[in-house]
């Protein structure tokens, strides 16, 4: 079984919303009580892997980059182990692969793709007129 798999990519006109899903296994937190973190990055053939959003799964607290604060929404459902990503105002630049992300890292490596163990295989978000 995977421990991390997204769901809900596709292809959406620029203003357009997407909500992507993460199914997160429990083995990812057995005997680890804090510091689970659960991230979003995303990738184009052009660029490295870029930190998109990330949430601590105890806490709550999330993260931001800069280019989505204020458009996503990262979205956690402890009971259900679902960590969602809700895209709005999509614009070209967003589109790439996201990918899901489980790690334990200190707030000054949240963004680093170094600090995470455990990956999804990606979902593919198009933005297209």
């Known amino acids: 079984q995977a421990q991390l798999e997204e769901s809900g990519g596709g292809l959406v006109q620029p203003g357009g919303s997407l909500r992507l899903s993460c199914a997160v296994s429990?083995?990812?937190?057995?005997?680890?009580?804090?510091?689970?973190?659960i991230s979003w990055f995303r990738q184009t053939p052009e660029k490295e892997r870029e930190f998109v959003a990330a949430t601590r799964w105890t806490a709550g607290n999330s993260w931001y980059a800069d280019s989505v604060k204020g458009r996503f929404t990262i979205i956690k459902d402890n009971a259900k182990m679902v960590v969602g990503l809700q895209m709005n105002s999509l614009e070209l630049e967003d589109t790439a692969i996201y990918y899901c992300?489980?790690?334990?890292?200190?707030?000054?490596?949240?963004?680093?793709?170094?600090?995470?163990?455990?990956w999804g295989q990606g979902t593919q978000v198009t933005v297209s007129a």
């Open positions: 429990r083995q990812l937190f057995t005997g680890y009580t804090s510091g689970n973190t």
């Open positions: 992300a489980h790690g334990r890292p200190p707030l000054s490596a949240m963004t680093m793709v170094s600090s995470y163990n455990y």
